[in-house]
């Protein structure tokens, strides 16, 4: 069986003061990434570099639990496939929504989950994929620390 969860967000634009917690305008108008937040991003840029057959930015995650593969994508053997805010989801082992777990704004969320090109690209799944998607993790990090 594979669980396939589409991908979504909220695209309204939130300032910093309306989330309610004190957090910090940083320059492109979202809110200062905390320690945590960093940590956890770095672990999926780990991840994904560790096993490029793990991202693919055109799926939130898909799981393979059991069966043949009748999927474009190619299963690791770890047995998922996720885009960036899917592997926040996994690797933080919350039942949060990605940007909730990041305490992201919303044009932080569309920033960081929702870049066209990476969405785009015809060769997801592989290690210069993966490099690029670890690139734009660097500078979403550098953007918002």
């Known amino acids: 069986m594979f669980v396939v969860r589409p991908q979504r967000a909220d695209l309204s634009l939130v300032s910093s ?22 940590t956890l991003l770095r672990k999926v840029k780990r991840h994904i570099l560790a096993e490029p057959k793990r991202i693919a930015m055109r799926v939130w995650r898909i799981e393979k639990r059991g069966i043949a593969n009748r999927s474009v994508l190619k299963i690791p053997s770890c047995g998922t496939v996720a885009c960036i805010g899917g592997w926040v989801e996994v690797l933080s082992k919350t039942t949060k929504e990605a940007w909730d777990i990041l305490g992201l ?26 490099h690029a998607v670890a690139d734009h993790i660097d500078r979403f990090i550098e953007k918002y620390t």
Do not use: I, M
Not at 17 to 38: E, I, M, N, Q, Y
Not at 105 to 127: I, S, V, W
């Open 105 to 130: 704004a919303g044009a932080q969320q569309a920033e960081l989950f929702f870049d066209y090109k990476l969405q785009r690209a015809p060769r997801q799944q592989t290690p210069a994929h993966a």
């Open 17 to 38: 003061a309306d989330t309610g917690r004190g957090d910090v305008p940083r320059r492109g108008g979202g809110v200062k990434l905390s320690r945590k937040a960093v």
